[in-house]
């Protein structure tokens, strides 16, 4: 069975996660589909739009294989197996949130658990009416563990906390209202044009000066504010010095696209 397609958008991708038997959770296999689908992405990659099968976004993690694992009995002077199994699903995450290109979460269905978690990874996030977004961990009696730096980053600590602490539900509006969406689309034709300009308004911008932001982004929530300025320093003289800095100062200079922007709406 194949659990994920992926088509090609100029120089970006869409990657369909296709299980909706099992309502796309994230399940092993699942996982295991998108880092190869990750892994054979174009160098130059400038967008990946993430959206779900049959109804559904994701539903997260898949809980018939965490209750299988609950019957291995963690063996004492060892680390619990379950918790190599949730430090796997971590890094999946975290490889998620750092890739260097953008990524788009089209959520037009159920997001739920560590569904909802890969979205608030995302750089972008597009809902529709039929978006609808669970934090459930807390009423089955674990915490939203892995996704509790995603969640943070995008919604704030105050936002968050409310939603995880009461296990709360939203649609497609009220995850705009609050942050976790950045774009409310009414239809399906709406949902396509919104994705459609995005990825061709990110076409024209320089792939590694993406990625270059996107890593800065994350420096500066962490970095001393002096510390930052040099990291920053270095970063934009090692970029305007670079390939894409100089093509970039040419094009304007001579009024045309740059490289590689080349083809871009």
């Known amino acids: 069975m194949t659990l994920v397609r992926t088509r090609a958008v100029g120089r970006s991708l ?10 796309n959770a994230l399940s092993a296999e699942m996982v295991a589909a998108i880092e190869r689908a990750l892994d054979a992405a174009p160098k130059d990659l400038a ?24 019957t291995t009995p963690a063996v004492a002077g060892e680390a619990d197996p379950l918790q190599a199994l949730n430090a796997a699903g971590g890094r999946f995450f975290a490889r ?11 959520v037009d269905g159920a997001a739920v658990g560590g569904g909802m978690g890969l979205a608030a990874a995302a750089d972008i ?6 978006a609808r977004f669970a934090l459930t961990e807390t009423s089955l009696g674990i915490p939203p563990a892995q ?4 969640l943070v980053a995008r919604l704030g600590q105050q936002v968050a906390r409310r939603l995880a602490l ?33 990825l061709a308004s990110i076409a024209r911008c320089a792939p590694g000066a993406n990625a270059e932001t996107k890593r800065l982004f994350r420096a500066c929530a962490v970095e001393p ?28 200079a001579q009024k045309r696209p740059p490289a590689w922007a080349k083809g871009s709406a």
């Open 96 to 106: 998620f949130a750092s890739l260097p290109f953008v990524t788009i979460a089209v």
């Open 47 to 70: 967008a990946l739009a993430v959206e779900g099968e049959g109804g559904a976004f994701s539903a997260g993690a898949d809980l018939k294989a965490l209750s299988a694992a609950l």
């Open 225 to 252: 504010r002096e510390t930052y300025v040099e990291t920053a320093a270095l970063s934009f003289a090692a970029a305007l010095r670079g390939a894409e800095g100089r093509e970039g100062l040419a094009a304007f």
């Open 125 to 130: 996030v597009i809902v529709t009416p039929r």
């Open 14 to 23: 869409v990657l369909t996660l296709a299980d909706p038997r099992r309502q």
């Open 166 to 198: 009461t296990g709360a539900r939203l649609d497609g509006r009220e995850a705009a209202a609050v942050g976790l969406a950045d774009l409310y689309c009414d239809s399906e034709a709406e949902r396509d044009a919104a994705l459609g300009g995005l």
């Open 147 to 150: 996704i509790a730096p995603y």
